[in-house]
């Protein structure tokens, strides 16, 4: 008979998330996902100026602000038939890059690699043979005996202070930890440099958005006007500034964080086997467009859909037609008009929350009935998993070569299959490959808007069609774009000039969705099955995979048995994200 442990809510993650997993001979035999929490923003914005939207959808996540409001602002353009200049593209296309990377840095960093990292050997480590490590992965200037050990003196007087914070209730000499103590004193180390990169990197959303978090956005293009010789708006020197960030991320992202990937994965080469989804279908609508967002082969993040994981094979995504992605709420704390095991496209789509779970506190979910504030989203009646992995995979599918040449250099280096990507191991790595396209296309998209400014083209909004008497009675339209998670849309309905109904799927609603009436498991749930776990009482397992995905779903940790006892708590700060 299996025993079910629940945890909840997992921490390191954005928003809450409660993960039940029923365990039977040392693995998941099943697992069953839940979001405990709602916002309701669908609701919030109805009746509301549709150019205005996009300031309270961002709000949707206190960390992935930018996405929200491109995609919204992409869908009314999209409904009132908007095209901006190339230079509100290009500096959009900066915003969701230098967002991307900064969101993949701190996931490693900051979210997953304490499931990997012991801090406790870092005590035992030889900061020189620390040294010779790190110089002999990567040419960081950090990399003397001294500064590790520096690092690990700091580590030294943290531990003996007793004041251990988010260290407290780790899972310190857990048997599925294999790092040797120098190469968690280099992970360490770089967990803190990483501390300063994500905190000056955002800058860039504050030169080019006015503030962050939350930078101010506009239905027709960007809000902040080149003024170069102007104290207001983009000054030569506050692009200067971006030009900067950029250049250093990129040197940070490939001589720290790619580095740091590869030789923490070189330990755990078996995690290239675990953490599958059982359908392998990898779903990506695109972005980063180096023309017009309407001229979809201009993408640098191209479009496509992988099934059953044939990498021989690439389908078309058709995103026009209305009848390819429904959502359902048969396992949902929602209710739809016409029932429950009805699935709606998003223009239809209803927010009718309807809570029928347990009355806390409780001990398990009743999962035959509703489990999840999650809806569950489908493809052609298919579940898919979207992120960066998808996008990797899409890419590299596709033959385009700088795809091809960044995995392969990451398969050859650690000396595993293809297939081995599909796993834990391979949605980690994608986070990190992806970071070091992205920091080439960041500089490059610099470059072509700095072109653009020097041959006079300082235009940065296209207002004509910004007066309401100017729009139709009715409209649609939906906005899509990657977020750092993955496939992210918003749909809009507008009705006399007003918004009548908005719908948003996220990534983690594709991902972290429960069950539809075929009885089909989304991503996270199939990805937990046969994982093995050495001791119930700290799944430390289950947490490697969950976090693989980045859950966008705030912080606090209860771990309980099988009969429901509490076992531990860890508790940390976090954003609210749905």
């Not at 490939?254 to 030789?263: G, I, T």
């Not at 008009?337 to 699935?343: C, E, H, L, T």
């Not at 309980?560 to 508790?571: C, E, F, N, V």
Request: proline residues 6%; charged residues 20%; contains cysteine.
């Amino acid at each position: 008979m299996a025993n079910r442990i629940v945890i909840d809510p997992i921490t390191r993650i954005e928003g809450h998330l409660r993960i039940e997993a029923e365990i039977k001979d040392g693995k998941v035999v099943n697992a069953y996902s839940s979001s405990t929490m709602v916002r309701g923003m669908e609701k919030i914005v109805e009746g509301r100026d549709p150019r205005d939207v996009w300031a309270f959808v961002q709000r949707t996540c206190g960390v992935c602000t930018t996405v929200h409001a491109i995609a919204s602002i992409r869908a009314v353009e999209d409904a009132l038939d908007i095209v901006i200049p190339p230079n509100a593209e290009l500096a959009r296309n900066i915003i969701t890059v230098s967002h991307a990377f900064q969101d993949h840095v701190v996931h490693f960093y900051h979210l997953h690699a304490l499931d990997w990292v012991d801090v406790t050997k870092v005590l035992d480590a030889d900061p020189k043979a620390t040294s010779a490590l790190a110089q002999s992965i990567s040419k960081w200037h950090n990399s003397s005996p001294g500064y590790f050990s520096d690092v690990k003196n700091r580590i030294k007087k943290f531990v003996n202070s007793g004041q251990l914070g988010i260290f407290a209730n780790g899972y310190w000499g857990h048997p599925a930890m294999k790092l040797p103590p120098e190469v968690n004193l280099l992970a360490v180390a770089h967990y803190l440099e990483a501390l300063e990169f994500q905190k000056e990197i955002v800058k860039i959303h504050t030169i080019l958005g006015g503030k962050n978090p939350h930078p101010h956005f506009l239905v027709g293009g960007i809000g902040s006007p080149v003024n170069m010789g102007n104290a207001g708006g983009l000054t030569i020197d506050r692009l200067a500034h971006v030009g900067q960030l950029l250049q250093e991320a990129h040197t940070f992202i490939n001589e720290v964080y790619v580095p740091d990937l590869l030789a923490i994965a070189s330990f755990y080469k078996d995690w290239g086997q675990i953490g599958v989804s059982k359908f392998k279908n990898y779903l990506v609508y695109g972005d980063l467009p180096t023309d017009n967002i309407r001229n979809i082969s201009s993408y640098k993040w191209p479009r496509g859909i992988i099934l059953n994981g044939d990498l021989s094979t690439v389908h078309d995504v058709d995103l026009e037609n209305t009848n390819d992605i429904q959502e359902f709420v048969n396992k949902s704390w929602y209710d739809y008009s016409k029932g429950k095991n009805v699935g709606l496209h998003p223009y239809e789509g209803e927010t009718n929350i309807h809570y029928t779970g347990p009355k806390p506190p409780y001990d398990y979910l009743d999962v035959d009935k509703s489990y999840s504030f999650v809806k569950t989203p489908r493809y052609q009646g298919k579940p898919m998993e979207v992120g960066p992995l998808s996008r990797m995979l899409v890419g590299y599918a596709k033959g385009i070569p700088e795809y091809k040449e960044i995995v392969d250099f990451a398969l050859k280096k650690l000396d595993i299959p293809v297939e081995a990507l599909f796993s834990t191991l391979g949605r980690t790595a994608a986070r990190g490959l992806e970071s070091a396209l992205l920091s080439n296309w960041g500089l490059e998209f610099y470059d072509r808007l700095i072109n653009n400014f020097k041959k006079g083209d300082t235009r940065m909004a296209n207002t004509e069609k910004w007066e309401p008497d100017t729009w139709p009675k009715h409209a649609k339209g939906v906005g899509y774009m990657e977020a750092p998670r993955g496939g992210l849309a918003h749909w809009i309905v507008i009705d006399n000039k007003k918004t009548a109904n908005y719908q948003m799927v996220v990534p983690t609603t594709w991902n972290a969705s429960p069950r539809d009436p075929k009885d089909q498991m989304s991503a996270y749930e199939s990805a937990l099955i046969g994982t093995p776990i050495a001791d119930p009482n700290n799944p430390l397992e289950i947490l490697r995979t969950i976090h693989s995905f980045d859950p966008c779903l705030a912080c606090a940790v209860h771990l309980y048995d099988p009969k429901g006892k509490h076992i531990s708590q860890l508790q940390v700060g976090g954003a609210c994200m749905i």
